[in-house]
């Protein structure tokens, strides 16, 4: 089985501060981890993802995430947020001997302040 | 890339009724999925195809619910004798998955049961 938490349901920063959305996964084998963005009343957007290799991603719009396996954690990063940024942010994990369906975390929703 | 596109976008039917959303994938791709997304919540999985065959299903998925993808191309997913418990945002999403690729998502169908 696999299942991912985000446990934060929100994360409030100023513009120009480093933000971080917190995300840890659970599988039987090895991963494949994604951070995906949704604006209101819109699709998810795809932001980055880790298959193999660094354990440090990066991605679209300055985003970032380490992987780290022995804390089975992929937090997603950017080192200075922008008010744009404010939106919802959603981890979600493919084990990859598994089923090819992805399980989606509950979301973070991230407010970043003026 | 045109992306993926989703009709209609907004639905209000009265209960008991049915109803039918559509899903335009991007061309190439050979994986489609139907997600439902409630409010607080993330994606969950409803059902998918590679190319016509339908290939899983969710538990999610009762007897209501019928998925189809006639020809590989563009997908349906109908909903019969709605309730009020199927109020949601229905998400189309599609993909490569050889190697693994992240999903693209449509902008979603909401569908409000009056």
């Known amino acids: 089985a696999q299942s991912v938490a985000q446990p934060e349901d929100q994360v409030n920063v100023a513009e120009g501060n480093p933000l971080t959305v917190k995300c840890t996964y659970s599988?039987?084998?090895?991963?494949?981890l994604f951070w995906y963005v949704q604006y209101p009343n819109r699709g998810l957007q795809f932001l980055l993802k880790?298959?193999?290799?660094?354990?440090l991603v990066k991605g679209s719009y300055g985003f970032e995430a380490e992987f780290n396996k022995s804390q089975t954690s992929f937090h997603l990063k950017k080192p200075s947020a922008l008010v744009s940024d404010s939106a919802l942010y959603f981890c979600?994990?493919?084990?990859?001997?598994?089923?090819?369906?992805?399980?989606f975390g509950r979301g973070t929703s991230l407010i970043v302040h003026p | 890339d045109t992306g993926v596109s989703q009709d209609p976008r907004h639905k209000i039917t009265k209960r008991g009724q049915n109803v039918t959303f559509r899903c335009d994938p991007i061309?190439?791709?050979?994986?489609l999925y139907w997600y439902r997304q409630t409010l607080g919540q993330g994606p969950e999985f409803l059902t998918y195809?590679?190319?016509?065959?339908?290939?899983?299903k969710s538990r999610l998925l009762s007897d209501r619910f019928s998925a189809e993808r006639p020809k590989g191309s563009f997908s349906t997913l109908e909903i019969q004798r709605t309730e009020q418990g199927d109020s949601a945002m229905y998400l189309c999403?599609?993909?490569?998955?050889?190697?693994?690729?992240?999903?693209?998502f449509g902008d979603g169908t909401r569908l409000s049961i009056l």
């Open positions: 979600a994990v493919r084990d990859i001997g598994g089923s090819y369906i992805p399980t």
């Open positions: 195809f590679q190319n016509e065959a339908q290939l899983e």
């Open positions: 999403a599609s993909s490569f998955d050889s190697p693994p690729q992240p999903q693209h």
């Open positions: 880790y298959i193999t290799g660094d354990n």
């Open positions: 061309s190439e791709h050979n994986r």
């Open positions: 599988v039987s084998g090895n991963p494949y």
